[in-house]
């Protein structure tokens, strides 16, 4: 079954300071891979994707990700964190059965950006 | 372009009612989806429309959740005889056709509190 996994619930990192959130995931297949991030009572606003080519992919707000096939991991990072960068993010696996597209979607992880 | 909208924003009804929730998805836009996210975790699958047909609907928990999109446009979310376990926001998404490795873009969501 497809999976992913976040391992963290909250990450807290002080402003300025380089963030990574964690993603692994579990598919078969090739995978395609995405990040989103919830703002409170807001929906889900997309960031990046991965789908072929350059392992580092990079997304909006200054976001980038990591692929790497070895690990099934999908990290995402960013350089230098601003507080307005706390939120809920999400990792989320693409993957097509008999029906068309499915997205699994990690259970989240909590960043606080503390100035 | 407009994004996917949704209504109502919130939705406070009695337990044992009828509720009726709205997406509007993004002009051109074949494939819709509906996830539930329960406070705390990531967004659960529920159904996937391509045009007016549900190709997927093997997420909804049971057969009080009905979806309809009788034109290949807009989309209502049906739940019959609410229980308290239904509160949640529930988000819609759509995306060009469908494939696999497709962009999904969300709605800002309905939350749903049942009494």
């Known amino acids: 079954a497809q999976s992913v996994a976040q391992p963290e619930d909250q990450v807290n990192v002080a402003e300025g300071n380089p963030l990574t959130v964690k993603c692994t995931y579990s598919?078969?297949?090739?995978?395609?891979l995405f990040w989103y991030v919830q703002y409170p009572n807001r929906g889900l606003q997309f960031l990046l994707k991965y789908i072929t080519g350059d392992n580092l992919v990079k997304g909006s707000y200054g976001f980038e990700a990591e692929f790497n096939k070895s690990q099934t991991s999908f990290h995402l990072k960013k350089p230098s964190a601003l507080v307005s960068d706390s939120a809920l993010y999400f990792c989320?696996?693409?993957?097509?059965?008999?029906?068309?597209?499915?997205?699994?979607f990690g259970p989240g992880t909590r960043l606080s950006v503390l100035p | 372009g407009a994004g996917v909208s949704q209504t109502p924003s919130n939705k406070v009804t009695e337990k044992g009612k009828y509720v009726e929730l709205r997406c509007d998805p993004i002009s051109g836009h074949t494939a819709l989806y509906w996830y539930r996210q329960s406070l705390g975790q990531g967004p659960e699958f529920l159904i996937y429309f391509q045009g007016t047909g549900a190709a997927d609907d093997s997420g909804l928990p049971n057969d009080r959740f009905f979806a309809v999109r009788p034109e290949g446009s807009v989309s209502t979310l049906k739940i019959q005889r609410t229980e308290r376990g239904d509160s949640a926001m529930y988000l819609c998404a759509s995306s060009f056709s469908g494939r696999a490795g497709e962009t999904q873009y969300f709605g800002p969501g309905t939350r749903l509190l049942v009494l």
């Open positions: 989320a696996v693409s993957f097509r059965d008999n029906y068309g597209q499915n997205f699994v």
């Open positions: 598919v078969s297949g090739n995978p395609y």
